[in-house]
């Protein structure tokens, strides 16, 4: 099943409630081993297991430190009022703008190429401010955020290789220059790569 693929199904099982906790997760870099199976498994969160769910922790803004919500979940009082429409809209745009803020945060870690190519392909826009649906623009956060671990890794990699063994690589999965970078795809085959390049030991130089 391609990444496509799996994309797809989720959406698709999201309609009929079933999986939509799966949009709660935050994408995560893991290492793989030589048959590009992951070394280590990725931790959960502390509400994605099953036992803490129960116990009434959530993800998401609306959670003290402990991640468990505070509108009564816990024993709290039900004695506060539901807020009326005019506190609804204020609380929803509050939400969009630090969506937003956390969003335009992101352009300077993941480079401006990437950054607006993740905006146009996901919200049709140039600006986080300019997408209208909550929905979409936690989809273009979740992105950037699981893209700048990945920039990170490529800069330190890119330490460690001379220019001449990096542009055969480019070459090789035709990719880019590094500042292009426009999609996830190119940026992790090219962090492996390099990662993998930098990892091997140097080739022995024999004199005639």
């Keep these: 099943m391609t990444s496509a693929d799996a994309q797809a ?6 309609c009929f409630g079933l999986g939509r906790y ?8 893991v290492d793989l081993d030589q048959n590009q199976q992951p070394k280590r498994t990725p931790a959960l969160p502390a509400w994605a297991i099953p036992e ?4 009434g922790i959530r993800p998401g803004k609306n959670c003290n430190g402990n ?3 505070t509108n009564g979940a816990n024993g709290g009082s039900n004695s506060a009022s539901k807020p ?8 929803a745009n509050s939400g969009a703008d630090d969506l937003d803020n956390r969003i335009l945060a992101l ?7 990437l950054y ?3 905006l146009r392909e996901h919200g049709d826009v140039e600006q986080p401010k300019l997408i209208r649906n909550v929905s979409t623009k936690r989809r273009v956060l979740e992105i950037l955020e699981s893209a700048a671990p990945g920039f990170d890794r490529l800069s330190a990699a890119r330490k460690r290789v001379d220019p001449k063994t990096l542009e055969i690589l480019l070459a090789k999965l035709q990719a880019p220059p590094l500042a292009d970078i426009a999609d996830m795809k190119t940026l992790r085959n090219v962090v492996f790569g390099l990662e993998q390049l930098a990892d091997s030991p140097p080739a022995h130089t024999t004199l005639a």
Excluded: I, L
């Excluded at 199904?9 to 999201?14: E, G, H, L, V």
């Excluded at 799966?22 to 870099?29: A, I, P, R, T, V």
């Excluded at 300077?108 to 190429?113: D, E, I, K, L």
């Design 9 to 14: 199904f989720k959406r698709a099982c999201s």
């Design 22 to 29: 799966f949009y709660e997760f935050q994408g995560s870099w």
């Design 52 to 55: 803490n769910w129960r116990k």
């Design 67 to 69: 991640g468990v919500h």
């Design 84 to 91: 009326n429409g005019t506190q609804a809209s204020a609380s």
């Design 107 to 113: 352009e300077r870690a993941v480079g401006p190429t």
């Design 116 to 118: 607006r190519s993740v």
